[in-house]
């Protein structure tokens, strides 16, 4: 956009400061409102510079007593707006104690001519209004147009999933096929249905069974934070040794933190992260197909 002004949109600007509203000069001269307003600011120009007789403050304090519209008092009056809302809030016309005294009939009469305007219009720029965040309680302002519910979008998330876990790929259970063995996620029960198909159809595989979460380590020499850790499963092999798997579809620092304690602490056993991308893999090559219950 153009911010040089020439001397036709200068002069045109003096010439009609004060009988004109900014948006109505910036429209003439392709000018925004608020352009015109810094630019009257530096040629101080001022609208209380108007001038009003003692006839146009009597013409002035009558039409707002018969509660006509500001804009059609300025229209009437050829004067600008802002200049007849000076008048009026000086003459006491616009006052709290003049709203009380008014009639149920010129409240709703106001009433009407608004929402009839917020219609047309849509609610003004900077309208704002507080609101109560259902997940914290915390009061938050916002524009009064949008549809926000929450004062942050962490807050959002937890109203999302309040009662879930955002960590599992499902809802945690007991799965019937597993012989109602409990599960926190779909790739915790999928991993266990895969140990008992490799068990089962893979005559050279090492694996005599597994256990879900049988052994709980503990970090003696840590005295804060992280202290424990349960393996997911437990593998027993045909050489006698023992391998711990950890299945995680979502990683996160305390995780993170537990195994590094234990590779630390435990540097005998043997502990496997099964991630996502072993599943990816599983599906690639069509194994998921294969095994009944698959979720």
Request: charged share 30%; glycine share 6%; proline share 3%.
């Amino acid at each position: 956009m153009n911010n040089l002004w020439t001397q036709e949109q200068t002069q045109f600007l003096e010439e009609n400061y004060l009988m004109l509203e900014h948006q109505e000069i910036g429209q003439v001269i392709g000018k925004t409102k608020n352009a015109v307003r810094t630019k009257a600011s530096l040629l101080k120009l001022h609208k209380g510079s108007i001038k009003f007789t003692n006839e146009e403050r009597e013409n002035i304090c009558y039409l707002y007593k018969q509660d006509m519209p500001l804009s059609q008092i300025a229209e009437s009056m050829n004067r600008p707006r802002t200049s007849i809302c000076r008048i009026a809030r000086g003459m006491n016309l616009t006052s709290l104690t003049r709203r009380k005294q008014l009639t149920h009939e010129q409240r709703r009469a106001i009433g009407d001519r608004i929402k009839s305007w917020i219609k047309t219009n849509g609610h003004p720029r900077g309208c704002r209004e507080m609101r109560t965040c259902p997940t914290c309680g915390k009061f938050f302002e916002v524009t009064a147009s949008l549809k926000q519910e929450c004062c942050s979008f962490s807050c959002a998330n937890r109203k999302r999933f309040k009662g879930v876990n955002m960590f599992s790929r499902s809802k945690s259970g007991k799965r019937k096929d597993l012989n109602e063995q409990f599960f926190r996620s779909n790739y915790e029960a999928n991993y266990a249905r895969y140990l008992n198909f490799i068990m089962s159809s893979d005559a050279n595989n090492n694996i005599v069974k597994w256990e879900f979460e049988p052994d709980t380590f503990e970090f003696h020499k840590i005295k804060k934070g992280t202290r424990f850790y349960t393996p997911d499963f437990k593998i027993f092999l045909n050489d006698g040794h023992i391998e711990y798997h950890e299945v995680k579809g979502w990683d996160y620092p305390r995780g993170i933190t537990a195994r590094k304690r234990f590779a630390k602490y435990y540097p005998h056993l043997k502990l496997l992260v099964i991630d996502s991308e072993f599943f990816k893999d599983v599906k690639r090559k069509g194994i998921d197909r294969l095994i009944p219950n698959w979720e």
